[in-house]
């Protein structure tokens, strides 16, 4: 059996999930990766058979989305060709982490696409939403990589497709501890923005995973360094608290391993704000903005004990088992 696997590389969630979920599917068959995107700072460890532009947002370094950087990255007439172009018919499986290339190019030669991913979760009314909506990223979530078929993760079972977070199986194996720093991943900072309010709380070591710098280096009480797998899973194993924005993997694998996690959704970033509000009905502080009240916040949730408690069994081997068996062709 030969299976496509297409992954999102907006941000290194589907990435990190992709890394579980790849070796599982290499024991039904042979495996091609396709990743699409720009903005991925973790690649699956596994080679990638195929890349392509995709259509990426752009992080920026004022808490949301870079517009314009995003508007110059768009390439349409290379996506469309791309679309019309990707070969499908020598795989028997197709599975789609929210990835536009190869979803269209199923839709055009009429094969189907089964959609593995957090964002097929929003295809469910019963999924959280804020109280603002927006129509036109309800939109996106149905028609950005349409599929035939799917299968959703989020933070609780909201409905019957949809299944709680697969936690690596490292982030499993790792013996939780508590060293006293923050973990910090807020890429839609800049670093400097993140250490003017930081430095702020100097009784606490903060490390900051930077998508802006590319060389380590520490302000007083603030150790700032480019994204790395590793080093990230050896931070957030050994911290206090995670500090992140409204993602989902980074959250949930925090909350597993028992953290303390404080969420800061990006500005004007209707799926982090979804995912926000999922996090908050858990117990998960959210702050909208970063400013002088943000700091009060942050002390206060250092100050707090409360912990949100969450099941996430491992079931990711008995999803990726059935969704073969399933829809294989």
């Known amino acids: 059996m030969k299976i496509l696997y297409a992954i999102q590389g907006t941000g290194n969630g589907h990435t990190s999930r992709a890394r579980e979920i790849i070796p599982l599917l290499q024991r039904h068959g042979e495996v091609d990766v396709l990743v699409s995107g720009t903005q991925a700072d973790i690649l699956p460890d596994q080679p990638i058979t195929h890349?392509?532009?995709?259509?990426?947002?752009?992080?920026?370094?004022?808490?949301?989305?870079?517009?314009?950087?995003?508007?110059?990255?768009?390439?349409?007439?290379?996506?469309?060709?791309?679309?019309?172009?990707?070969?499908?018919?020598?795989?028997?499986?197709?599975?789609?982490?929210?990835?536009?290339?190869?979803?269209?190019?199923?839709?055009?030669?009429?094969?189907?696409?089964?959609?593995l991913s957090h964002q097929s979760s929003f295809l469910s009314d019963r999924t959280p939403r804020p109280v603002k909506q927006s129509n036109y990223t309800e939109w996106l979530f149905k028609y950005y990589a349409p599929s035939t078929h799917k299968i959703g993760f989020h933070f609780e079972r909201y409905e019957d497709f949809i299944h709680t977070p697969v936690i690596r199986s490292q982030i499993r194996q790792t013996e939780s501890k508590d060293l006293g720093h923050v973990t910090v991943y807020l890429p839609a900072y800049s670093d400097q923005t993140l250490l003017k309010y930081l430095k702020l709380v100097p009784e606490v070591k903060f490390e900051v995973f930077s998508k802006h710098s590319k060389i380590p280096f520490t302000d007083t009480n603030v150790a700032v360094r480019p994204v790395n797998n590793s080093q990230f899973n050896i931070s957030l194993a050994n911290c206090h608290g995670l500090l992140t924005g409204g993602g989902f993997e980074g959250p949930a694998?925090?909350?597993f391993l028992g953290k303390k996690v404080i969420m800061l959704p990006m500005k004007f970033q209707y799926e982090q704000q979804c995912n926000?509000?999922?996090a908050k009905r858990l117990g998960v502080p959210v702050v909208y903005h970063l400013d002088d009240s943000f700091v009060l916040k942050l002390k206060s949730w250092l100050h707090s004990d409360v912990v949100p408690k969450v099941s996430?069994?491992?079931?990711?081997?008995?999803?990726?088992?059935?969704?073969?068996?399933?829809?294989?062709?």
């Open 51 to 115: 890349h392509y532009h995709g259509f990426s947002f752009i992080f920026g370094e004022k808490g949301g989305v870079d517009h314009w950087k995003t508007y110059r990255s768009m390439n349409l007439p290379r996506l469309w060709k791309d679309i019309k172009s990707f070969p499908l018919k020598q795989y028997n499986l197709i599975i789609n982490d929210y990835e536009p290339v190869t979803a269209w190019a199923c839709r055009l030669q009429h094969r189907n696409c089964i959609a």
């Open 253 to 255: 694998e925090a909350l």
């Open 312 to 329: 996430f069994p491992d079931e990711t081997e008995s999803i990726i088992d059935n969704l073969v068996n399933r829809y294989a062709e």
């Open 276 to 278: 926000a509000e999922a």
